[in-house]
């Protein structure tokens, strides 16, 4: 048997499957023969998740403490050791992932390809389990599972000294295996006989339906004849854990009209699980199935309540209200809440049962458009910084699946105040060619917004000068009406490339001096090559090249042509050391601060090296990287950060 523990007890947490825990604590052993890498699959509800949430126990040395050691089968026991690495994927794209486990590791890179070479070139042999792939990333329209089989699990498990061992859909096991040596992966897909565990299964359902587990005390839960015979059927019928747990959910909740004597009564699937209940309690199943749309098209953690009734009707076209309110007998083996920011939220028990639902809508994209229209309409006065949390941040990933994210990629207040990571995504989803000029410019800033983590006062200066610098000068002022207060006003900006130094001062022009900028340029740039077209320029060519003289007006986007280089004089010493503000540089980064309270005022990071900067007396800031040359004027008031 799969299952069988020869008269040891069972994990108690898994419960069985000690065919399958025998095999994992083989890998953990690094027992002769056993593949470097292996691969946890089946179908929804198989139990994958929950087997290895029990084996995960085995291997943390402090929690496996609690465990009945002693008891249970030694094949199944991995001996105590260092704690592997466990990177979770939920809700993170593959980048995030990969970042989280150099942190883990302590890689310091600054390229994904550079983490997986040091991992290469390490003498030691790190142990890695990922599980839970399948809820990777934070939109559902996006297939990030995937992208994080391709772009992360298998390079890495295709580096010698690293043990693998991750959870994956059949489709995705089958892509990574299929990418690895013969004899370097073993797959253990929980539906094959091999690796299947009825007795397992048989005694999850009785246990379900046990009083001394929360069941309700009915003639087939308190006679132990009648619960084992009625867990057995239930079992044999189901062939799946998902579909047991939630039939047993059905039965308790509602027990009247249910016979255990009828097998009809028992499902063999998750939609059957579904029909069924909505049946016995006397309701169309579509009615169910419509209570539980919205929850199975939501994004993030889960649906606010107070959405529900909302988007269940606006996708029936009908007022579902009283439905929700009068409901929950009908809902409630299918749905769980939760707190989400102090916020309560409401989720399906389980991802399969999303699949059903959606798999049972005549028009996904339809449904979708219904419920960003609703969620559209409850932003007050149209003002996403008075949008509550899920329509701010998940708003993106229902318009994508929508098909009109594209439509509302013109406002700037959006731009700030939705989560980066999740509206990065959805940007990234759609073809470029599709993007409007305001959103090419969110998503040319937006790594630094993830990588940073900044807050939406920080994403709001970011823009304000993104625009400035793609000539987008009507965003740049709209994003000034956001109601924040900007650390700086950015004045203009030039894609000169190849500026060695920038010195601010001034020209005399009549009896009145003209503020400028004096950038020392490369002279293979000065004829027109930007950083955005043409070849980049590297730090070899600025290094061999004739540097030239070009004014600038300090503060206008004007370049002086007609002036002679040699009038710029530079603001006299007391000027200079006199002035309220004081820049200071480093290798990666610029800081502006008040010389009388020393305190930061403005700390600049860049996505791309910082060449030259300067700062006037009177707060102008000029600063130079291999993109182009922009100005800022500082505000006094705020700490923040820009590229």
């Given amino acids: 048997m799969t299952g069988s523990t020869d008269g040891h007890a069972p994990h108690p947490y898994v419960g069985g499957r000690a065919a399958a825990l025998r095999a994992l604590a083989a890998w953990r052993m690094e027992w002769p023969g056993t593949p470097r890498v292996t691969v946890l699959t089946g179908a929804a509800g198989s139990g994958r998740s929950r087997l290895l949430t029990g084996f995960l126990m085995l291997c943390d040395p402090d929690f496996r403490e609690q465990l009945p050691l002693d008891e249970m089968d030694p094949s199944t026991v991995p001996p105590k050791m260092p704690a592997p690495v466990v990177p979770s994927p939920a809700g993170r794209t593959a980048a995030q992932l990969l970042w989280l486990l150099a942190d883990h590791l302590d890689i310091r890179a600054t390229a994904t390809a550079e983490v997986f070479a040091e991992l290469a070139a390490s003498t030691e042999t790190h142990t890695v389990i990922v599980p839970d792939v399948d809820r990777s990333g934070p939109l559902r329209a996006v297939d990030e599972a995937g992208r994080l089989v391709r772009d992360v699990l298998k390079p890495l498990a295709g580096v010698e000294n690293v043990r693998v061992l991750v959870d994956l859909p059949r489709p995705l096991a089958r892509e990574l295996a299929a990418g690895l040596a013969p004899g370097a992966v073993k797959v253990i897909d929980l539906d094959e006989p091999q690796w299947a565990d009825p007795e397992g299964l048989a005694l999850h359902a009785e246990a379900a339906l046990s009083p001394q587990c929360g069941a309700p005390d009915l003639p087939f839960t308190t006679d132990p004849a009648a619960r084992r015979a009625l867990a057995s059927a239930l079992a044999q019928r189901a062939g799946n854990a998902l579909v047991v747990q939630l039939a047993a959910h059905c039965i308790l909740m509602a027990p009247e009209g249910f016979d255990p004597a009828d097998e009809e009564q028992l499902p063999s699937s998750v939609g059957e699980a579904m029909d069924l209940h909505a049946r016995r309690l006397g309701v ?106 899920y329509v701010r941040d998940h708003i993106a990933g229902h318009t994508l699946a929508a098909g009109l994210l594209p439509q509302l990629l013109t406002d700037p207040g959006l731009f700030v105040h939705a989560d980066p990571i999740a509206l990065r995504a959805a940007v990234e989803a759609v073809p470029f060619e599709e993007l409007g000029a305001p959103a090419r410019t969110y998503l040319r800033i937006a790594p630094l917004f993830t990588r940073a983590e900044v807050p939406a006062s920080l994403r709001a200066a970011l823009l304000e000068t993104a625009f400035v610098e793609d000539g987008l000068i009507e965003y740049a002022a709209a994003v000034r009406t956001l109601g924040f207060e900007l650390p700086w006003q950015t004045l203009w900006s030039t894609p000169t490339a190849g500026v060695r130094s920038v010195a601010v001062g001034s020209v005399q022009s009549g009896e009145t001096p003209v503020p400028v900028a004096l950038l020392g340029v490369a002279s293979d740039t000065v004829d027109g090559d930007t950083a955005d077209g043409g070849s980049p320029v590297s730090q070899s060519d600025v290094d061999t090249a004739r540097i030239l003289p070009v004014l600038h007006h300090l503060e206008q986007a004007e370049q002086l042509t007609e002036v002679a280089p040699e009038l710029f004089r530079r603001p006299s010493e007391e000027a200079l050391t006199t002035a309220p503000l004081a820049l200071s540089r480093g290798a990666d980064y610029l800081r502006v601060w008040d010389r009388e309270s020393e305190e930061v005022v403005a700390a600049l990071i860049s996505d791309v090296p910082f060449t030259a900067a300067d700062l006037s007396p009177d707060g102008v800031l000029v600063l130079a990287t291999r993109r182009g040359v922009k100005a800022l004027r500082i505000r006094p008031g705020a700490t923040a950060i820009v590229s």
Wanted: proline content about 7%; cysteine-free.
């Fill in 284 to 389: 169309e199943p579509g009615t169910l199935r419509s209570m539980l749309t919205p929850l199975a098209l939501a994004e993030g953690p889960g649906l606010p309540v107070e959405f529900w009734a909302r988007l269940a009707g606006s996708v029936a076209g009908q007022d579902m209200t009283q439905t929700i309110a009068q409901g929950m007998a009908l809902a409630g083996p299918f749905v769980e809440a939760a707190e989400s920011d102090d916020v309560t939220v409401l989720r399906l028990f389980h991802p399969a049962i999303g699949e059903e639902v959606r798999s049972g809508l005549a028009n996904v994209r339809s449904a979708q458009t219904q419920i960003a229209m609703a969620l559209l309409e409850s932003v007050p006065e149209q003002n996403w910084g008075k949008a509550g949390a």
